[in-house]
């Protein structure tokens, strides 16, 4: 079990440098990727992960990291943007354009790329870090617990929403695969501008571990919480 390798995109920092660095504690050969190559340098260095310069919405470095990784057991779709607090009819046309060129277009360019890599696990295993904000079930509850933002962060929310509709698709068709998504809770890192109430983003990485850790009758096709509750929708 020791040759296991992962790799995890946006992982130079926050939750994402906490998966990989826990994948590392794990035993695993993480491919820490990240979009600046001093940044990934220096993250890779500190964990004991490798490198890899990967910006999820340039087809030239996903096609030279894919090209580098002959076989992968786990794929963390982590990076992602939230660039506007806004609700729909506030939302500028190329914020949403470039929302969605991360959170949604990337993770499919990234996820596809890797396939091959992928299929040569015994038990492949793909995160997707999406958000409770994208819940539409919690959106329009009235409770207001479960009504994070009241139709703000249009952009960001509605495309975590497109990236969990993605998660079920992958996962209806790629045999022997775990594709689930990840609800990390509000975190305290730069996309919150260190959100005061927000939680440590390494319990969150717990929560993304363990669905890159599940067995083979473990669950495919979720969404789930930090904490390994369900997320409805
Ligand atoms: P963060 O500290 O801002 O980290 C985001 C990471 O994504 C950074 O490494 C960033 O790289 C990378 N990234 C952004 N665009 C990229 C691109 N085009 N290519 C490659 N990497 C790119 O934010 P975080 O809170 O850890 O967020 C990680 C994930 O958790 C995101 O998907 C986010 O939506 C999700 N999430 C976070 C919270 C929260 O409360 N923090 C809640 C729900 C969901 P650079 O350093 O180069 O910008």
Redesign the pocket.
Same mark, same amino acid.
């Given at each position: 079990m020791n040759d296991r390798t992962a790799l995890v995109?946006?992982?130079? *920092?926050?939750?994402?440098?906490h998966i990989a660095r826990l994948l590392v504690a794990e035993g695993f050969t993480v491919h820490v990727? #990240? %979009?600046?190559p001093e940044?990934g340098r220096r993250a890779a260095e500190e964990i004991g992960g490798r490198p890899l310069v990967?910006?999820?919405?340039?087809p030239g470095t996903i096609a030279d990291a894919a090209a580098r990784i002959d076989r992968l057991d786990v794929l963390v779709?982590?990076?992602?943007?939230?660039p506007s607090m806004a609700p729909p009819a506030g939302t500028d046309l190329d914020e949403l354009r470039r929302t969605f060129?991360?959170?949604v277009f990337?993770v499919v360019a990234v996820t596809n790329a890797f396939l091959p890599a992928l299929r040569g696990s015994a038990h492949p295993r793909i995160v997707n870090?999406?958000?409770?904000?994208a819940s539409l079930t919690w959106s329009t509850n009235p409770n207001p617990q479960f009504a994070p933002g009241h139709g703000g962060a249009a952009a960001?929310r509605s495309s *975590?929403a497109a990236l969990n509709a993605l998660t079920v698709f992958y996962a209806l068709t790629l045999d022997g695969f775990k594709v689930n998504a990840?609800?990390?809770?509000? %975190?305290?890192?730069?996309?919150?501008a260190r #959100?005061a109430a927000?939680g440590d983003?390494a319990e969150?990485a717990e929560g993304a571990v363990r669905l890159a850790l599940l067995p083979d009758d473990g669950p495919t096709g979720g969404f789930f919480s930090w904490d390994g509750s369900p997320v409805p929708w």
């Open positions: 995109t946006g992982a130079n *920092k926050g939750i994402g440098h990727a #990240a %979009r600046d940044l990967l910006d999820v919405t340039d779709n982590n990076a992602g943007i939230a060129e991360t959170n990337g870090v999406s958000s409770g904000t960001y *975590k990840l609800a990390p809770g509000l %975190r305290s890192t730069d996309l919150t #959100a927000g983003p969150a």
